[in-house]
């Protein structure tokens, strides 16, 4: 029996907050590994990757390279439409019954979990772990708006303490756009590929 964590996201592009949180999941959670896994189309954003589904998971794979236990997986975009993460759960637990499943992800997610599609089987299903920015007390039981507080109890004794880490994707389309630099923000070998492929940039 294993144990594994799930980083679900546009990643487009994949940036060093990413890398950042999947480094302190390693770090904090008892998982053998991290999978990214790029979504095909987020039902809570209101637009599209901007990059092709081609061009995010080689992104991700160049970010990756140098930790063993990062992978990406393309299962979102292969069985594409909209990405539910109770699906993604769900098809998981069925290619890997014996593993315990961590979902990671950010304070964000945690307080709207209640809106996703079925939330309470998504707790069912992995243990749902949110980081939160250093300095920020975890949110209270209540806070979640679930009925079940055993449900919203659980998920609060899951909440770790994330890095601090201020990126974002349009950050960096925007700077991409504007012809600004982004070597702070995504790894060199993103960067790069950003560059040759010509990623982001206005027209």
Same mark, same amino acid.
């Given at each position: 029996?294993?144990?594994?964590?799930?980083?679900?996201?546009?990643?487009?592009?994949?940036?060093?907050?990413?890398?950042?949180?999947?480094?302190?999941?390693? *770090? @904090?959670? /008892?998982? %053998?590994?991290?999978? !990214? #896994?790029?979504?095909?189309? &987020?039902? +809570?954003?209101?637009? $599209?990757? =901007?990059?092709?589904?081609?061009?995010?998971?080689?992104?991700?794979?160049?970010?990756?390279?140098?930790?063993?236990?990062?992978?990406?997986?393309?299962?979102?975009?292969?069985?594409?439409?909209?990405?539910?993460?109770?699906?993604?759960?769900?098809?998981?637990? *069925? @290619?890997? /019954?014996? %593993?315990?499943?961590? !979902? #990671?992800?950010?304070?964000? &997610?945690? +307080?709207?979990?209640? $809106?996703? =599609?079925?939330?309470?089987?998504?707790?069912?299903?992995?243990?749902?772990?949110?980081?939160?920015?250093?300095?920020?007390?975890?949110?209270?039981?209540?806070?979640?708006?679930?009925?079940?507080?055993?449900?919203?109890?659980?998920?609060?004794?899951?909440?770790?303490?994330?890095?601090?880490? %201020?990126?974002?994707?349009?950050?960096?389309?925007?700077?991409?756009?504007?012809?600004?630099?982004?070597?702070?923000?995504?790894?060199?070998?993103?960067?790069?590929?950003?560059?040759?492929?010509?990623?982001?940039?206005?027209?």
């Amino acid at each position: 029996m294993g144990a594994t964590a799930l980083l679900g996201g546009s990643f487009d592009p994949v940036h060093r907050g990413h890398i950042a949180m999947a480094k302190a999941a390693l *770090r @904090l959670l /008892p998982v %053998d590994g991290l999978v !990214f #896994i790029p979504t095909a189309f &987020s039902p +809570l954003k209101d637009e $599209k990757a =901007r990059a092709t589904d081609a061009d995010r998971l080689a992104m991700l794979r160049l970010a990756v390279a140098d930790e063993p236990r990062f992978s990406v997986t393309d299962m979102e975009i292969t069985r594409g439409g909209v990405s539910y993460t109770v699906d993604t759960l769900r098809e998981w637990r *069925r @290619l890997h /019954p014996a %593993d315990e499943i961590f !979902f #990671i992800a950010g304070m964000d &997610s945690l +307080l709207t979990l209640r $809106k996703w =599609r079925e939330p309470l089987e998504i707790v069912n299903l992995c243990r749902f772990v949110a980081f939160r920015r250093p300095g920020i007390p975890p949110p209270r039981a209540e806070d979640l708006g679930f009925e079940d507080m055993a449900v919203a109890r659980r998920l609060v004794s899951d909440v770790v303490e994330g890095p601090m880490c %201020d990126v974002s994707s349009s950050e960096i389309r925007r700077r991409v756009a504007a012809g600004e630099v982004i070597a702070d923000l995504v790894t060199p070998e993103v960067g790069g590929y950003i560059a040759d492929k010509g990623l982001y940039r206005k027209g």
